[in-house]
Each structure stands twice: as C-alpha cells, then as structure tokens.
C-alpha cells in the first residue's frame, strides 16, 4: 500500500515564526501536492511538484514556499506564519501518468497559529 | 474553469439503505474522476478511480459511474452501515490547461444511524 506520511498530526504556532510541515512518501511518486482545507471552501492546491527540485504555484502560493530536494519528501514552508493560515494541510502523491494515476492523501497537519 | 459541485451537502440514512452520491462537473475535458472518503479531522483515503474512458468502477458495496459527456458521476454504496459514515469527496483530473492539478467538490457529509 501507499503510504504518505506527515510529520504532524497538530500544530500550534505563533504569527511570525517560520514553519515547515514536512511530507514523506514511499511509492517513488514523481508527483506531490501541498493542499489546505478550510469549511466551506473545500480543499486547495498550494503548490505542487513534478519531480526533484520541479515545483509549480497552485491556486493560492502567496504566503508559502516548498521545498523537493530528494523524490520521497515534499516540504511547506510558511514563510512568517499568519492567523488566516491556521488551517488543515493536506500533502498528496501521485505517479507521473494521466488517466490512470491516482493520487494518496497523508493523514492530515491540523496548524493552528496563535 | 473547472468546477465541481456535490449534491446534497448532507444526507442521512437509517442502516442497511442504498445509496446514491452525486458529483457533477462543467467542463468534460477529464483525464479522470477520483472519490475520497475523509473521516473528521483525518487525511482523504481513496476510494475509486474512474479513468475518461471508463462508464464505472467497483470496490466492495461501493460502485462509481461516470457519464463524462453530461459531466455527472454517482457514488453507489450498497447496504449502508454505521461505519460507512464520513464526509464523501470527488475529485476530477482535467485535461486542459493545470492538468496535473485535481478540482474538489466540497463533499457530502454522510451519516447512517444504527
């Protein structure tokens, strides 16, 4: 089975801190992903990267960076961490491919910056 | 723009009751349709995928179609039982422009009482 592995399940932070949430996959995926999840706006692409050191904005980047220097392990980084970033982070992976590839979800960084 | 839309954003079932899910999508250009499974304050597992060229797939009670040409698909689930009980998310691959990104609905919540 895939396995996608998240450092955290919770976090608490203060405004300004710099934060990395960290992702580990074991499938040899080209493909990860960085989501967040928030009620009533449903999940949303970061950033997401198609290979080692391959990365490519989402929908909402602002505020955030990544990191892939080796295949298995996709870092967010939160540059100054803000209130309006407390949020659930969702990391994905999926193999390079169209119709057939399908994406694995971690368990989920629930971040909460005070 | 793709969008998804998840009809109805709740619904609740005595045990034992089929089931019927729906997702539907504005553009049909797909490469594919993903159902996920999310538990409250947990990651997405994956339940189905459907690829473009295929009308359903089967997993145990559970049974996904697509009709890519009227942008519709219906998660089926058989005899539902307490356990069954989650927020239900799809999930579509477009082919054109971002196609490495995956679109949400923003799920059903699903319970089935005892």
């Known amino acids: 089975d895939v396995k996608v592995t998240q450092s955290s399940r919770y976090l608490v932070k203060r405004t300004g801190e710099k934060v990395f949430l960290e992702c580990v996959q074991d499938m040899d995926h080209e493909n990860m992903f960085w989501y967040r999840q928030d009620p009533g706006l449903g999940l949303r692409l970061i950033y997401f990267?198609?290979?080692?050191?391959?990365?490519e904005k989402g929908d909402i980047p602002e505020g955030y960076s990544v990191s892939r220097e080796k295949k298995e392990r996709f870092s967010l980084i939160l540059e100054s961490a803000s209130t309006n970033q407390t949020s659930m982070y969702l990391c994905?992976?999926?193999?390079?491919?169209?119709?057939?590839?399908?994406?694995?979800f971690g368990q989920g960084t629930r971040l909460t910056v005070v | 723009k793709q969008e998804v839309t998840q009809i109805p954003a709740a619904l609740s079932v005595p045990e034992g009751e089929n089931l019927v899910l729906n997702c539907s999508f504005t553009d049909s250009a797909i490469y594919n349709l993903q159902w996920f499974r999310q538990d409250p304050g947990k990651g997405l597992t994956s339940l189905l995928l459907?690829?473009?060229?295929?009308r359903e797939q089967t997993s145990g009670r559970l049974n996904a179609s697509l009709d890519k040409s009227s942008g519709r698909s219906t998660l089926y689930i058989a005899a539902s039982q307490p356990g069954d009980s989650a927020t239900y998310l799809c999930?579509?691959?477009?082919?054109?422009?971002?196609?490495?990104?995956?679109?949400f609905g923003k799920g059903t919540l699903l319970t089935v009482n005892p």
């Open positions: 994905a992976s999926r193999m390079t491919g169209l119709s057939d590839t399908e994406a694995f």
């Open positions: 999930a579509v691959r477009s082919s054109g422009g971002s196609n490495y990104k995956l679109t």
């Open positions: 990267s198609y290979d080692v050191k391959m990365k």
């Open positions: 459907i690829q473009s060229s295929q």
